[in-house]
């Protein structure tokens, strides 16, 4: 008879296997670019066989899916709960600026996605259409309140591909232009972030006729992360 406490300990153990080649895998992919890693390199900080990578997950493709696809989950977590978390009796325009300042909070304080993006570029195009998610999947639980906006008479000429954009703009600036953040704010890093999501909510603040001084004056980002996020495991 097969020991079913045994079996889920199997089951276990092969999880946590995978997400710490996940782990390893994204880290590389975020500090040396996906074209630059190996299946061998991924094994060797992960701590396991490249027979074992390629069991669980085929190939490096494949590792770097998965790792979009939690990325997708976690960006889509956040939305789902701005969205739940915003007081509804708030005007459309004031509600769509808190729930944006309070995503790009998030987003900054956990770079991974915007490394990853960076690692992307010059790679293979679908890896990085993957990662951005181009069917806009992850953005339907903002696409109400845009509406609601936009009735009100705000951001009227505006897509929501072209509020992604700037949103990413601003979440992957940080991480792909880092000596010039520094240079700008100092090289203490919550203090450039900060400043830099400062910039942000001044830029969005008249676009969606919000008084600056209404703009939050948080003394750290954390101050405005999305409940739940601001442990930075939450990606892979």
């Given at each position: 008879m097969v020991d079913k406490r045994s079996g889920r300990q199997s089951a276990e153990a092969a999880e946590q296997t995978k997400k710490s080649i996940l782990c390893?895998?994204?880290?590389?992919?975020?500090?040396?670019?996906?074209?630059?890693?190996?299946?061998r390199e991924i094994s060797e900080v992960a701590g396991v066989s490249h027979g074992l990578i390629r069991h669980h997950f085929g190939s490096k493709e494949q590792i770097w899916?998965?790792?979009c696809d939690e990325i997708h989950l976690?960006?889509?977590g956040l939305m789902e709960t701005l969205v739940e978390e915003a007081d509804p009796n708030l005007p459309p325009n004031e509600r769509l600026f808190e729930m944006m300042i309070r995503l790009m909070a998030s987003l900054l304080v956990d770079p991974r996605p915007s490394r990853l993006a960076a690692s992307a570029m010059g790679s293979k195009e679908e890896?990085?259409?993957y990662l951005y998610d181009l069917t806009g999947k992850t953005e339907?639980?903002?696409a109400m309140e845009?509406?609601?906006a936009q009735a009100a008479g705000y951001l009227t000429d505006s897509s929501m591909e072209e509020l992604k954009w700037f949103c990413c703009l601003f979440s992957d600036a940080p991480a792909t232009l880092r000596p010039l953040l520094s240079q700008t704010y100092g090289p203490e890093q919550d203090k450039a972030l900060l400043e830099h999501w400062r910039l942000f909510a001044r830029l969005?603040?008249?676009m969606l006729g919000i008084d600056k001084s209404a703009i939050p004056?948080?003394?750290?980002?954390?101050?405005?992360?999305v409940c739940g996020t601001c442990e930075p495991d939450h990606v892979v």
């Open positions: 390893a895998a994204a880290d590389l992919f975020s500090q040396k670019g996906f074209d630059k890693v190996s299946v899916h998965r790792i976690y960006i889509q890896l990085f259409d339907k639980a903002f845009l509406e609601r969005l603040a008249p004056e948080p003394a750290n980002l954390r101050e405005l992360m």
